[in-house]
């Protein structure tokens, strides 16, 4: 959490409000004291005329006359600047006037964040209790629409406070704020009158309610997503026409080829035969729908053939390798977007922490006060080794070039080159004894394969285990997961653990990945054999002994890079779920709404979906039980949009409700299909080029190469520290992390993500949009490019 001071020209009263940061914050504790006295204010700058110092001035200050904390205000319109460019955000909604700040702050608050998000998934958890309801979630009309006018309010304070920052005339260029208000007008008003009606409605507007947590902070990579996704439908909107020109004409031909054929009825109309063929772009009524035509002549297999070869085989893997390399150059145009974004936020920060002593070049002191606001948890021996970092040029100052690698530094984790001995030195000496000989055992060249030979030995008494026949599943279950070499296994593991532990120290241990996957699922499958012994019915748990088996696959090099590139798509498959997610709630919402009503128990008469939907009290078929894919709530409705999204038998469900409902009704299932499409050939594009870039940066990027790149190494010389801080009570506090008198080297380590990985791949394409920029910058006559609404004293310092 960030704290930020404004001091308002009437009075001294200073406001202290959280901001929030992707980072983590020490008092995270939301308004600790929402004013407070200005004695009790530190403003961080011992200059005698801090005023005369500036080269240019905070437009959160513009009104104020006071001098004492104009500093503290360019710090502070620094950070958020920093921030901004951080979360991609527009710089036109930055606040520009000392009596926007409170609100601007008020909803970038941790506090706000979570109440944003918190209301917004209570709004759609409201589903459940709508009608159609599940039965134990109902809720009286008052009570869900009570709770909805609450969720509402609370993100309709959010819409208002924004709104009183950038201005109602710019709500125009923000889309996505003109849509959350206009969905948020209409929501309202249609919960108002359930309210006063006490009954609910035709409400496909509910469909909409995934604005809301779209719109949130939390989902700030969906958002991104999303935005991919669109920017990838200009080409698949190209192959869908291409695709459904081949439907179109085979459904044509195919008309007037079998609609003479009395047993075939899938092609008795225009409409039935262009209803078969976009089904059978999915083979999901393969052979069925050629089998009637087939029996009467076998040449008719060459219709299908060549139909199924030319859509499915050649132009849904076309439209796959459009999408693909579309994608590629979006997420390439992506990072080069971030990159100038971050780019512009560093120069309009660069601004207003210059002074006219130095108007090209950041002083520590000053780059000590940006840091106290943009990242207050970041410790004193860092932002020392942040700044010595930068500082390439070693003058003491930062110049802007070198500024522009804040967003990178910020983010190493620093440790002593040579660190101090082992954790357990100053222990007690039987204690120390025992930690040093663990430590030789663990460092052993040998360990590592000792443990790959218990973790197989583990596999072959599972094995066996499987083997043996049981009396019933809960004793196979016990067998498995509870028996005496299970509890054999899972100490020697535990032991391994504890070694490692008490050897390395739990800082060294947890840092590896594989160490904390190790330690996990040794604890879960213990945990689990243990209730296995209380309630034997829980035979689900017999799924975690084998999870150790993974481990394995680290010894073989392609799985490696497979479990890289899940990693670098951990981000992404997780807005995936969630675009998915929020594509069922809007498919699930308008399902419920037209289709609730229909009981699909012995339903489709005369129709090639009637077995399927054949219903008795006393038993049913084994095909007979579709009658279960219905939207009669929002959990069965997700159920059945996942059987729609395998496409197996998806227009059995489809036929019926076209059957009970109305003919038109397919097109609801057509359009989910075709969006589920979509959206998975570009998941399928992203997994491709996550895979196609490590293994490039693989081939490209050696061991040695990949440490140099990871690692960033600095000196601090006490004797120039000192002329640095200039501050007897930080240099008393400095002590403790570096040597007085001598130097002291420590080591920043970066962690491999994407962004890192992207800015070593692109190294030679970032030189150049660098200078594209630059050379916009000149004909520009700035020396940033410029954005809309940008504070004119940013762009030119006083004089």
């Not at 008309?255 to 059978?280: A, E, G, I, K």
């Not at 800015?759 to 954005?787: C, D, K, P």
Request: overall charge neutral; some cysteine.
């Amino acid at each position: 959490m960030r704290v930020y001071c404004v001091a308002y020209p009437a009075d001294l009263t200073v406001f202290r409000l959280p901001m929030a940061t992707s980072r983590d914050s020490p008092d995270d504790d939301g308004y600790k004291r929402f004013t407070e006295d200005s004695h009790n204010v530190s403003y961080g700058s011992n200059d005698a005329n801090p005023i005369d110092e500036m080269g240019s001035r905070s437009s959160l200050s513009r009104e104020t006359t006071e001098t004492v904390d104009h500093w503290e205000m360019n710090y502070h319109e620094a950070a958020i600047f920093l921030e901004e460019g951080e979360n991609n955000e527009k710089f036109d909604s930055h606040p520009r006037h000392p009596t926007a700040l409170p609100a601007y702050l008020l909803v970038h608050n941790s506090w706000y964040y979570g109440l944003d998000l918190a209301f917004s998934i209570i709004l759609l958890l409201l589903a459940l209790a709508e009608s159609p309801s599940v039965h134990k979630f109902q809720l009286p009309v008052g009570v869900h629409g009570t709770l909805e006018l609450v969720s509402l309010g609370v993100i309709g304070v959010e819409l208002a406070l924004k709104l009183r920052w950038i201005g109602w005339g710019m709500i125009l260029k923000h889309k996505r704020t003109m849509v959350k208000g206009v969905t948020l007008f209409i929501m309202v008003l249609e919960s108002v009158i359930v309210l006063v009606r006490q009954s609910s409605h035709f409400r496909v507007t509910r469909a909409l309610r995934p604005i809301f947590l779209v719109d949130t902070r939390a989902c700030g990579a969906v958002r991104r997503f999303i935005r991919q996704i669109l920017q990838s439908l200009p080409p698949i909107l190209d192959m869908l026409v291409l695709l459904l020109f081949f439907v179109c004409s085979y459904a044509l031909l195919g008309y007037f080829l079998f609609s003479n054929h009395q047993t075939n009825l899938y092609f008795r109309t225009l409409s039935d035969s262009f209803v078969s063929m976009f089904v059978l772009l999915t083979t999901a009524n393969f052979p069925d729908v050629m089998m009637p035509s087939y029996a009467i002549s076998k040449w008719n297999a060459i219709f299908f053939i060549s139909y199924i070869s030319t859509v499915l085989y050649v132009l849904m893997n076309l439209m796959l390798a459009v999408v693909y390399e579309t994608f590629t150059g979006i997420e390439k145009d992506k990072f080069r977007k971030l990159l100038l974004h971050k780019r512009k936020a560093c120069q309009l920060a660069f601004r207003l922490l210059v002074s006219k002593q130095t108007p090209n070049m950041v002083r520590f002191k000053q780059f000590h006060g940006l840091m106290r606001y943009y990242s207050r948890r970041t410790s004193q021996r860092d932002i020392i080794l942040i700044f010595r970092q930068l500082n390439t040029s070693g003058t003491g100052a930062l110049t802007e070039d070198e500024f522009l690698g804040i967003y990178d530094a910020i983010t190493l984790r620093w440790r002593l080159k040579d660190p101090p001995d082992p954790w357990f030195s100053a222990a007690w000496p039987p204690l120390r004894m025992f930690c040093r000989a663990a430590r030789t055992v663990v460092t052993w060249e040998y360990f590592e394969h000792i443990v790959y030979v218990l973790i197989i030995g583990n596999g072959l008494a599972m094995f066996i285990r499987v083997l043996e026949s049981s009396v019933s599943l809960e004793e196979g279950a016990k067998n498995f997961c509870a028996s005496w070499d299970t509890y054999l296994f899972l100490t020697l593991f535990l032991v391994e653990a504890l070694l490692r532990v008490v050897g390395l120290g739990w800082t060294e241990y947890i840092s590896s990945g594989w160490n904390f996957f190790d330690l996990s699922v040794t604890l879960v499958a213990l945990i689990g054999s243990l209730l296995l012994l209380v309630r034997p019915n829980l035979t689900v748990v017999v799924i975690l002994r084998p999870l150790r088996l993974l481990r394995l696959f680290k010894l073989k090099k392609r799985y490696r890079d497979i479990f890289g590139t899940l990693v670098l798509l951990s981000p992404l498959m997780w807005s995936t779920a969630i675009v998915m997610m929020v594509m069922y709630y809007f498919f699930a919402i308008i399902g419920m709404e037209l289709f609730s009503k229909y009981d699909l128990r012995n339903c489709c008469e005369n129709t090639t979906v009637e077995d399927f939907y054949k219903y008795s009290a006393n038993s049913s078929s084994a095909i007979g039980y579709y009658y279960l894919n219905n939207f009669s709530n929002l959990l069965i409705s997700g159920v059945t949009l996942f059987e729609l999204t395998v496409v197996n038998n998806w227009f059995i469900v489809m036929d019926a409700y076209a059957s009970v409902a109305h003919p038109s009704s397919r097109i609801f299932f057509m359009l989910f299909y075709l969006f589920t499409m979509v959206v998975l050939t570009i998941v399928v594009a992203s997994v491709l080029e996550a895979f196609r870039f490590r293994i490039q940066y693989k081939k490209q990027t050696s061991k040695r190469d990949e440490e140099q790149m990871l690692h960033e190494e600095v000196a601090v010389d006490w004797t120039s520290l000192q002329r640095q801080v200039q501050e007897p009570k930080l240099l008393e506090v400095l002590q403790m992390d570096f040597v007085p008198g001598g130097v002291t080297f420590y080591i920043g380590r970066r962690r491999r993500t994407r962004d890192v990985l992207q800015r070593h791949m692109y190294i030679s394409e970032i030189a150049q949009w660098l200078q594209e920029a630059e050379e916009q910058e000149r004909i520009t006559g700035i020396n940033f490019v410029e954005e809309s609404q940008i504070s004119t004293r940013l762009m030119h310092p006083e004089a």
